[in-house]
């Protein structure tokens, strides 16, 4: 059917104990991108939205359309503590993936971070909430839920 929306959601992977994540917290991000042979760090206009310190955590990724922001919601029932959510859209900027309410609910499962390859909005709220955010850019555009 056109226009069908298909989510699909992988409820088993596995995930190193978090006790293995603690060091990475102190080991500058260059260094860990070197033993990756020399590649994996997140595009260079993927930046911090206001300043925290330093994070390390599993990384749990969802992937969403450009202007949609339903796949994270959904990714809430995996999500567990320490996790670093991953969220990438095709790198839309058009409209936001996360504002201040939905980092609110992470940070209440206990989410160490989240990136994303597009846009968030509410940049204070989101300093307020104190989750780090790690986005593309910024913008004022609500998402759709599809």
Excluded: H
């Excluded at 409820?11 to 991000?29: D, G, Q």
């Excluded at 990714?75 to 859209?89: E, F, P, Q, T």
């Excluded at 058009?94 to 201040?100: H, W």
Aim: proline share 8%; hydrophobic share 45%; glycine share 10%.
């Amino acid at each position: 059917m056109p226009n069908e929306a298909i989510i699909t959601i992988n409820r088993k992977f596995s995930r190193p104990p978090a006790e293995m994540m603690k060091p990475f917290s102190n080991i500058p991000t260059g260094y860990v991108v070197d033993v990756q042979d020399r590649r994996g760090a997140m595009d260079c206009s993927i930046n911090p939205m206001f300043d925290f310190p330093s994070i390390a955590g599993r990384a749990v990724t969802v992937q969403t359309a450009p202007d949609d922001n339903l796949a994270p919601y959904l990714a809430m029932d995996v999500l567990r503590a320490g996790d670093v959510l991953v969220i990438a859209n095709g790198g839309w900027t058009g409209s936001s993936v996360i504002g201040d309410l939905i980092a609110g609910m992470f940070k209440n499962i206990g989410v160490a971070a989240i990136v994303t390859d597009g846009a968030v909005r509410d940049v204070a709220g989101l300093k307020q909430v104190g989750v780090p955010v790690f986005a593309r850019g910024l913008t004022a555009n609500s998402p759709q839920k599809r």
